[in-house]
């Protein structure tokens, strides 16, 4: 790991030239850590390749099932199969994937528009990214079954089904939440006071400086998911040389085929035309009070999303159910035991297995356009009992 750099992206939105980063730098020689802004990290460290490490709680990690050799069309699939699970247009969203040891996709998903503002705010002050990883999905590479890195607030608990991003305080419930059987004791790497204690298991404590440190010792042992994919992927001079090379096969190719596809470009215009055509009786037929018909096919997509809007935020019963039923077919896991509906609002008693899952079932609604709120919860035996409201999206 000789001359590289690691620079954990803080929390928050926005960067700026006052933003205070935490940085580590391994060696042969020594360990070097810090805190501190962009430019003086730049000054310290020129031309050096960096490791950004992203907060967890900026991606959406999940997984697929997919299975399509084809770089372009898995893209593609991937859109739609989890189209369902985002609460965001899929073109707003960046992918980015790679097969884990089940032969599965392990896919992180992140906004395009927060992604870019990081990428350029590193070019900005001439720092080559390298790799864009997040602190769970390093944490997971750990040797350790379980394991914690606390620092202030915040902490990393790693179990061995996953890795989580955590407020201290939400440790024990978390802890209690989780169905895989305790160990006796959890090894915890704290950069501050670590003085909580449960009757659940005991904590080995160690001290350490900068949690930076400790979690960066995982990153050479196996390869992490980059979010630098597609076109944020890093161009090395071998990537520059394979993009010319392809473009000067690509361009015979095209001078060759150059005839034949202005044959293919003139019966396309034919059937285009023809196309508007239909699609512009289509609209006049759909909306026959229309007077102005620039973008058909655009119209119709705007009408048509605002009908489904004003439908949720109305609160109107048959949208919610609608919503509730389908992310019920994909969590066979949640039981309902008790559904009242009045005043727009859905009132809903559930049955689920852990605190995590019912995590993820208030944030799949929530992704569905709908305000869910947890209004109690109770554990009774292997099962967390809780009330949710969910009404439509805010006007």
């Known amino acids: ?28 020689e020594a ?27 900026k991606v959406f990690a999940t997984q697929s099932e997919l299975r399509i050799n084809n770089r372009k069309q898995l893209q593609q699939a991937l ?18 994937y790679q097969k884990n040891q089940q032969k599965t996709l392990d896919i992180a998903v992140v906004d395009k528009v927060y992604l870019e503002s990081l990428i350029h705010f590193f070019a900005e002050h001439n720092i080559l990214l390298q790799q864009m990883i997040t602190d769970t999905a390093l944490l ?8 914690i890195l606390q620092s202030q607030e915040q902490l990393l608990l790693k179990t061995p089904e996953a890795s989580y991003a955590l407020d201290t305080n939400n440790l024990f419930l978390s802890l209690e939440s989780i169905t895989t059987e305790l160990p006796d004791s959890i090894p915890v790497y704290s950069c501050s006071d670590f003085n909580l204690e449960t009757s659940l298991l005991n904590f080995d404590k160690h001290a350490c ?6 979690l960066c010792q995982y990153y050479p042992k196996t390869k ?15 990537s520059w040389r394979l993009i010319l090379a392809t473009g000067l096969a690509g361009m015979l190719l095209f001078t060759s085929l150059f005839s034949y596809q202005l044959y293919q470009n003139h019966q396309l215009q034919q059937q285009e035309t023809s196309l508007d055509n239909k699609i512009t009786q289509l609209y006049k037929k759909s909306f026959p009070k229309a007077r102005r018909i620039i973008n058909p096919i655009s119209q119709m997509r705007s009408k048509l999303k605002v009908l489904q809007n004003n439908q949720v935020k109305n609160g109107d019963f048959i949208p919610l159910l609608a919503k509730l039923a389908r992310i019920l077919q994909q969590q066979k896991q949640v039981k309902i035991t008790q559904f009242e509906y009045q005043k727009q609002t859905l009132q809903i008693n559930v049955s689920i297995p852990s605190l995590a899952k019912l995590e993820g079932f208030k944030n799949s609604l929530i992704q569905q356009g709908l305000q869910a709120k947890v209004a109690s919860i109770n554990k009774e035996e292997e099962r967390i009992l809780a009330q949710l409201t969910i009404t439509g999206e805010k006007s």
């Open 140 to 147: 997971n590479h750990a040797p350790e079954e379980w394991l």
């Open 224 to 238: 992490l998911l980059n979010l630098l994919q597609g076109p944020y992927q890093v161009k090395t001079a071998q």
């Open 1 to 28: 790991m000789d001359a590289l750099l690691f620079i954990a992206i803080p929390a928050t939105d926005t960067l700026d030239e006052n933003s205070q980063f935490i940085w580590f730098s391994p060696s042969e």
């Open 31 to 57: 360990n070097n850590t810090g805190y501190d802004t962009i430019a003086n990290i730049n000054t310290q460290f020129p031309e050096t390749p960096c490791i950004a490490i992203l907060p967890g709680q």
């Open 79 to 96: 859109r739609y199969d989890l189209e369902e699970q985002l609460a965001e247009e899929v073109d707003n969203l960046h992918f980015a």
């Open 209 to 214: 400086d900068n949690y930076l440190i400790q």
